[in-house]
């Protein structure tokens, strides 16, 4: 895609450290990625693998145990590691928003749902009340909830779970932000329900131009609406590139065998490639590559030696010490 | 003959309504249901929220009583058996949870939770106690150390293997999986499905396998009932049911399925509207005022389960050829 990224993470890191400084837990680990206006970002990855701490990075509201250790966050070309807390209150919710996975957790229950999808708009444009009330409105239509005119006067617990995401949805896009960050966005919601919010998310992309960054560990989420995935294990970033290069040829043995692990509709009589072990624990990390003691491919220099990014295609990166064989195996084929 | 028939079963609900419980509504939780489980086989039950399908569980497990139908176990009704009848029932048929960081007791050890179903039922000495205890946990792949070790020491996949192990702890012939692997990380679910579909090969279980990941329940199931609102609208052979339903809900929830692969190009049959309330559920079909293909006869009479080309369907467009052939075509053509 031409053009500058929207978001460009550079080698980004962020570690919890215990009280005592003696236990470090390495959640985000030099993690380089890019994000252009009008694209769709799938993380996918367990729990643990640091893919919500990313979220909470990038939009700098991290617990107190965390802290950014190193590296960029290079959003429309300001630094956002270097911002003030004043200039990150600026930014958040205007022109980065996030929509979380528990709906009822991010409404306030005190609070009309006007009030609140309002609140963005009065605290950044600073218009009077009556008049982000309208503008509340208009939203609720367009997050296509029904009787809108009644419904901002009302409180969240008059709702159902698929209303209360979708007006958490309206609150994230109030002030036309650039990037939207979802974490796991649906996993509360029926299926027909998924269907009808990814189909509005979908639309509001398109209406607005935002770029979407999607937090989740289900694969058919990504497939069904990313343009780029990023696969994250054990903090660190092990594999990302477009969609349907990495699911038609991955290249990262987590990446086979998590696209093999999924179940589907059309095989029942095939067994499903499971993952042996667990995932590992994050302040103790095994010294080379995090995901050896499970790979079925691993040999003795992973073990040894954390593999670096290497790059078997435009786009996609790989940390695993058979992408290069991957990268040349890649292009013999496009020679054919 | 079958393992297990429920026929016709119901259960109601009273709902208290309004501040001071005055009025009384019932929720029809689940309105004359009936299927089979066949020994061996694994019956899989798809449906959203307040479909009914957990109460659907509770009454197989004894864990309620139904308001109406009944359970044929063996070919012996629930209702008639007497109190050993009904011990013998409840050893037979065990259940696995969907979250196992709430289904193990945190100050029992593993030794003493898979134990604790052979200390009730059954007497056994310490040593022979103990020797089962061993037997199940290398039959769900967890090392005999772990029978000393607290619940809090293993991970989601290995408490899952644990609560399996108590399951089978009294080789029970039907196991009540309800949502088994949804609580699980994605790279674990293979494992513990894969274990199961091993379990049921070694040891001839039955499953009756709630979910809602619909691929999944395919890949688990011999046969697919779906539900809605306590209903079942449509039951088949699982493969044949997932690749090609016929009643149009099953056919939005499958569209609704995510798919696998990002060159997987589904018909988008997206619904309106959202599941309405069991306490006042709509007149005739259940399903009209969401379906795309409704009809005027839909709001006025419930459509019957009537048998088409081996499946079951409750559905208007289906059987009763005169009334609608078109939008039968229009619908198999879609």
Known sequence: ?336 | MSLLQAEGLTKHFLAKRGLFGGSQGVVRAVDGVSFQIEPGRTLGVVGESGCGKTTTAKLVLGLEEPSGGRILFQGRDLATLDAAGRRTYRKSVQAVFQDPYASLNPRMRISQIIAEPLVTNERLTADATRQRVLELLDLVGLPPRAADLFPHEFSGGQRQRIAIARALALSPKLIVLDEPVSALDVSIRAQILNLLRDLQARLGLSYLFIAHDLAAVAHMSHTVVVMYLGKIVESGEARRLSLAPKHPYTQALFSAALPSHPDERREDIVLSGEVPSPLNPPSGCRFHPRCPHVMPQCGEREPPLIETESRFVACHLYGDAAAAPAAADRVAAG
């Open chain 1, 1 to 336: 895609m031409a053009g500058e990224p929207l978001l460009q993470l550079d080698r980004l890191s962020t570690h919890y450290v215990s009280a005592q400084g003696t236990r470090v837990v390495r959640a985000v680990d030099e993690v380089s990625l890019t994000v252009h206006a009008g694209e769709t970002l799938g993380i996918v990855g367990e729990s643990g693998s640091g893919k919500s701490t990313l979220a909470l990075t990038i939009l700098r509201v991290l617990p107190p145990a965390a802290q950014i250790v190193g590296g960029r966050m290079l959003f429309e070309g300001e630094d956002l590691v270097r911002k003030s807390d004043a200039e990150m209150r600026e930014i958040r919710g205007k022109r980065i928003a996030m929509i979380l996975q528990d709906p009822m957790a991010s409404l306030n229950p005190l609070f009309t749902i006007g009030d609140q999808v309002s609140e963005p708009i009065r605290v950044h444009e600073r218009v009077p009340r009556a008049s982000a009330w309208n503008r509340a409105r208009d939203l609720l239509k367009a997050v296509r909830i029904p009787s809108a005119e009644t419904r901002v006067k009302q409180h969240p617990h008059e709702m159902s779970g698929g209303m209360r995401q979708r007006i958490v949805g309206a609150i994230g896009i109030s002030c036309e932000p650039r990037l939207l960050i979802a974490d796991e966005p649906t996993t509360s919601l029926d299926l027909t329900i998924q269907a009808q919010y990814l189909n509005l998310l979908r639309d509001l992309q398109r209406e607005h131009g935002l770029a979407l960054i999607f937090i989740t560990h289900n694969l058919g989420i990504v497939a069904k609406m990313c343009d780029q995935l990023a696969v994250m294990y054990a903090g660190r970033l092990v594999e990302s590139g477009p969609v349907s290069q990495v699911f038609n040829a991955p290249v990262h043995p987590y990446t086979k065998a998590l696209l093999n692990s999924i179940p589907r509709l059309t095989e029942r009589d095939q067994r499903l490639t499971a993952i042996e072990g667990q995932p590992p624990d994050l302040a103790a990390l095994p010294r080379g590559c995090a995901f050896a003691p499970r790979c079925v491919e691993a040999f003795d220099r992973c073990r040894e030696e954390a593999p670096p990014e290497f790059t078997p295609g435009t786009r996609h990166t790989a940390r695993c010490w058979l992408a290069p064989k991957a990268q040349t195996a890649g292009l013999q084929r496009e020679a054919v």
